[in-house]
């Protein structure tokens, strides 16, 4: 499905390395999502978070039907698309101006997803766990969050080793951007993948450095919402890691980051107007 004029707008604004970060709202349909697993798999629940969202600032409602929190269970495909299509058609419906993100590693969920009204793909798994994933991006035109993983959800966080992870991480872009490139494939985001197949030291090691994935003049997602390497380090549960979250998404911005994927989206849209006014002034 091509972008219409409306959304090719919205799309240049994420691209565009002068203008302030975006906010992408989580929303996902999941029974068994780490943070807010089962909250939203009821029609009026989803549609109510989706509007609380908006109504606080996300530009991006990222839908997800498809666990990805280390050791969870991965949904058929056909049980994936069941949870997903309904919930992407009613808040396209409901919002019909909202930028709506899939979040799936299946090339044919991204397509019947796109197809129902999602903009933008976001695959966890940078194209590793479906070999059709680039194909279908470039068919489908539309931008593409390539993000690094190490293994996969189930096996992810069992004993993650990296010689280097900065270079591993960028060595990762390098490759697969030549790959989608090769494929007429442009409108790319980059996220470092915080949380999978890292350890608390990987990640912090990534964040610190995050500056140097600007060397691919491409827009940077960062996923720090909530995450173990919060609770890890603070020793408290995600509930009370709201704190945690703004310091983090605070560090990526300064870093550069383009997007930030949030639960909370009031907050982080404060941590932009805020690193904007001090850009500013």
């Known amino acids: 499905m091509a972008q219409d004029t409306d959304f090719s707008q919205k799309i240049e604004r994420i691209s565009d390395q002068r203008s302030t970060p975006l906010i992408m709202g989580i929303l996902n349909v999941t029974p068994d999502s780490f943070f807010d697993g089962g909250k939203y798999v009821e029609k009026s629940h989803w549609l109510e978070q989706a509007k609380k969202m908006i109504d606080e600032g996300a530009d991006i ?5 498809c666990s990805t929190r280390p050791g969870a269970p991965q ?45 933008i793909i976001n695959d966890i798994s940078g194209g590793t766990l479906d070999a059709k994933m680039f194909e279908t991006v470039a068919k489908l035109n539309v931008p593409y ?3 690094h993983i190490q293994g996969n959800p189930q096996t992810m966080q069992e004993n993650p080793v990296y010689s280097d992870v900065v270079k591993e991480v960028l060595a ?66 995600s509930k009370d890691s709201i704190n945690g979250t703004s310091i983090l998404n605070t560090i990526a911005v300064q870093n550069g980051a383009k997007i930030l994927r949030v639960h909370d989206v009031k907050e982080a849209v404060e941590v932009v107007q805020i690193h904007h006014y001090l850009k500013q002034n």
Do not use: C, W
């Open 61 to 65: 409602i990222d839908i997800g039907a």
């Open 75 to 119: 949904p058929s495909e056909t049980e994936e698309l069941d949870r997903l299509i309904k919930v992407i058609k009613s808040v396209r419906k409901a919002h019909p101006q909202t930028l709506i993100s899939v979040d799936t590693y299946r090339a044919i969920v991204a397509e019947q997803a796109v197809a129902s009204g999602a903009n």
């Open 145 to 147: 969050v390539l993000m």
């Open 172 to 237: 990762f872009f390098e490759e697969n951007l030549k790959k989608l490139n090769a494929l007429g494939v442009k409108q790319v985001i980059l996220d470092p993948g915080f949380g999978f197949g890292k350890t608390l030291e990987h990640n912090y090691e990534l964040l610190k450095n995050l500056e140097k994935l600007q060397a691919f003049n491409l827009p940077v997602l960062a996923g720090l919402s909530r995450k173990s390497m919060i609770n890890k380090l603070l020793n408290i549960s």
